[in-house]
């Protein structure tokens, strides 16, 4: 199945500098999620862009939906302990089989007090 | 309490022996489906079912089967476990998006950790 391009893998990075991640794809999504996953549990929805070009925040969270709709970005700003987990994006396509999300690998996130 | 429940949370069994994971929600959402997550593959889709007399293969089916009890219960069953099977599982739920489909989001339980030997 489809993989989407997701990086970096992992980031260390010092308790409040922002982060940048980003999700590629060789198709077009007409949707796109980005999800939080804390060890052993299971991933938790931080937001969810539908239209190209949409610009949605939550708290320090801020994710845009690309224009070409073969990408998206999620920041986070001034970072802080409790940020540490695996951040996953994941698109669907619009059209036959549209239920179905496509994941990306992740991007392991470490903050350094 | 939390919306999508797994159970167990951790299981180990043998190779060969026939297991179930079981999955219930409180959402009311209609959808129901079966992930498994490997490290550093994400996540990939096992079984969906978009309502109790519903049910459709996902990506990776082969040595995997599923049962959707009632709307709020799906179960996944591997027949004969063998130890590329180990891996984290994880049930998700959805709601109808409408008839033009975009705005649906799916809300994963806690998983379920599994080791065959």
């Known amino acids: 199945g489809q993989q989407l391009n997701q990086s970096p893998q992992s980031m260390f990075i010092q308790e409040g500098e922002d982060v940048s991640m980003n999700c590629t794809s060789s198709s077009i999504f007409n949707t796109w999620l980005w999800y939080k996953q804390d060890p052993g549990e299971g991933p938790v929805l931080l937001i969810a862009l539908y239209k190209a070009g949409e610009l949605t925040s939550n708290g320090r969270l801020t994710a845009q939906f690309g224009i070409t709709r073969k990408d998206s970005f999620l920041n986070i700003s001034a970072s802080i302990p409790s940020d540490v987990g695996i951040y996953f994006c994941a698109g669907r396509h619009s059209g036959a089989g549209s239920y179905q999300l496509t994941f990306g690998k992740g991007t392991k996130l470490s903050v350094i007090p | 309490d939390a919306d999508v429940t797994q159970t167990p949370r951790n299981r180990i069994t043998k190779t060969g022996k026939r297991i179930m994971l079981e999955c219930s929600q409180t959402?009311?959402?209609?959808?129901m489906y079966w992930y498994r997550q490997d490290p550093g593959l994400g996540l990939r889709l096992i079984y969906y079912s978009f309502d109790v007399k519903d049910i459709n293969k996902g990506e990776i089916s082969d040595g995997y089967s599923v049962s959707r009890q009632a709307q709020a219960k799906f179960s996944l069953s591997l027949e004969s476990a063998i130890p590329n099977q180990t891996a984290l599982y994880f049930c998700?739920?959805?709601?109808?998006?409408?008839?033009?489909?975009?705005?649906?989001?799916?809300?994963f339980g806690p998983g379920t950790r599994l080791l065959v030997l």
């Open positions: 959402k009311g959402h209609d959808r």
């Open positions: 998700a739920t959805s709601d109808y998006p409408g008839p033009k489909g975009a705005k649906e989001t799916q809300y």
